[in-house]
């Protein structure tokens, strides 16, 4: 098979999430451990880290994997969905996997797994683990695909564990309390091995605190030791942080959600350093290097990692920007930038899949921006129709269209210079929108 016929096959042949909801997830480890062992266990070749949550897994995966690529690691990096290519799953140090492992993979393989009727995760899980042995990384970061407990990553024993938040996501198959999603996230919790909360409540705290103690293992909630003094905006479309050890920091990667994360990377880095992965800053000329390393690793994560929309910026007059988020939990962030962004009208391009809490989002949405209602290429995505007369009742004025880009096409239309157009509400449509409209 071509790239392509592969691509396709994955993704129409086999039970995929992204495509069928909850149709397409497969609970229980029980493919996934035969695959394993197929492969002759890939993922004990090398030291791997295990990052869950509901927000921000996928930013604090990356901006580790950008650190310690910074460091000279090779670094392995796993995480889903991908927006534009299939390849943007599997990384190591930056580089896509190659589209020759990925059709040798499946072809040879074929013949073992289709008896199993593995699903898409299963699939790609056991072909990242595999690529990394085959490429000899020296470390990889593993985001965790739902949930925790049962997904299909949490083979590994890593040597650290991070979970970044809960809020409310994937309530029909994690749990309908926080509580309840919390427990399965604190699933990757292993013996023995530090782990990293990011944020808590008073429903997701005792949670973590009895989980770890069951597992033994060390257990540090980053908010209860904040690094970062105050963040602001830069002009560039990334954010500044002032921070109490290293002094002001740039990243990259926009959003004010961002400081949230950059708080967890820092513990999970206080960690990895306790564990011998990072500069020793015991003398001057190490710290500095330390320092360096850091600084650079967090300015670039983009470029080091390939990651997008994270409030990511993709013109200027009007300014473009469009973002993942994609449930309360980020809208919560999401909706504050937007008050904050200073232009004369706002235009806003939105639509979300069907297993979303959509009326809690459109509650958050300004209601004196310009909309324009659509779908993303996906069969769980709601019609354009629907999000529109959804959104009336949240008194959200806009048209509907049928595709993103002639959504896109009429709100460039319609802005100035001087104006500001968003694209978000879910990765599909980001998706959609960096795939046909640039």
């Known amino acids: 098979m071509t790239y392509q016929e592969t691509c ?8 995929m999430f992204e495509r069928q909801g909850k149709d397409g997830y497969k609970e229980g480890l029980s493919n996934t451990l ?5 492969f002759g266990h890939p993922h004990r070749a090398y030291a791997t880290i295990h990052v869950a949550g509901t927000n921000g897994k996928g930013s604090v995966s990356h901006t580790i994997a950008s650190i310690l690529q910074e460091c000279g690691y090779t ?21 896509p996997i190659s589209e020759e492992f990925v059709t040798t993979f499946v072809d040879n393989e074929r013949s073992f797994f289709e008896p199993l009727h593995p699903s898409f995760f299963e699939i790609t899980t056991a072909m ?33 564990s991070v979970i970044t938040n809960i809020s409310f996501d994937h309530t029909q198959m994690l749990g309908d309390t926080l509580a309840k999603i919390a427990a399965e996230k604190a699933g990757i919790i292993k013996k023995g091995v530090p782990v990293i909360i990011g944020e808590t409540n008073e429903e997701t705290r005792p949670v973590f605190e009895q989980k770890a103690r ?13 690094e970062i003094d105050s963040a602001e905006m830069t002009h ?17 990667l926009g959003g004010i959600y961002q400081q949230k994360n950059l708080e967890t990377v820092f513990h999970a880095l206080y960690a990895l350093a306790q564990k011998g992965f990072l500069c020793e800053c015991n003398d001057e000329v190490n710290k500095a290097k330390g320092i360096h390393e850091l600084c650079h690793g967090i300015a670039n994560v983009a470029v080091h990692t390939g990651l997008k929309g994270r409030w990511q910026t993709i013109q200027t007059n009007p300014r473009v920007v469009c973002d993942t988020g994609h449930n309360v939990g980020g809208w ?37 921006a310009n909309y324009y209602f659509t779908k993303a290429d996906s069969h769980r995505a709601l019609s354009e129709g629907v999000v529109k ?34 694209v978000g509400g879910s990765s599909y449509v980001v998706g959609d929108f960096l795939k046909n409209c640039l």
């Open 236 to 252: 560039d479309g990334g954010m500044l942080y002032h921070t109490h050890c290293f002094g002001d920091l740039k990243g990259d």
């Open 8 to 15: 396709d096959y994955l993704f129409n042949q086999l039970p």
């Open 34 to 38: 035969a695959l394993d062992d197929h």
């Open 332 to 368: 919560q962030y999401i909706s504050q930038q937007l008050k904050m962004v200073k232009c004369n009208t706002i235009h806003i391009i939105f639509g979300m899949v069907n297993d979303k809490d959509i009326e809690s989002v459109l509650e958050l949405l300004p209601k004196d």
């Open 389 to 422: 007369e959804l959104a009336a009742r949240h008194s959200l004025k806009g048209e509907a269209y049928p595709t993103v880009y002639e959504a896109y096409k009429a709100a460039i239309q319609a802005a100035s210079s001087k104006d500001f157009v968003f």
């Open 128 to 160: 990242a683990f595999s690529y990394f042995k085959e490429r000899k990384v020296d470390i990889a970061v593993i985001e965790v695909g739902l949930g925790g407990r049962l997904d299909c990553t949490n083979i590994i024993t890593p040597i650290l």
């Open 214 to 226: 069951e597992m033994d293992a060390p257990i540090v909630f980053a908010e209860n030791h904040p």
């Open 75 to 95: 670094v392995g990096l796993y995480t889903s969905p991908h927006l534009v290519d299939f390849r943007e799953r599997i990384r190591i140090n930056g580089a």
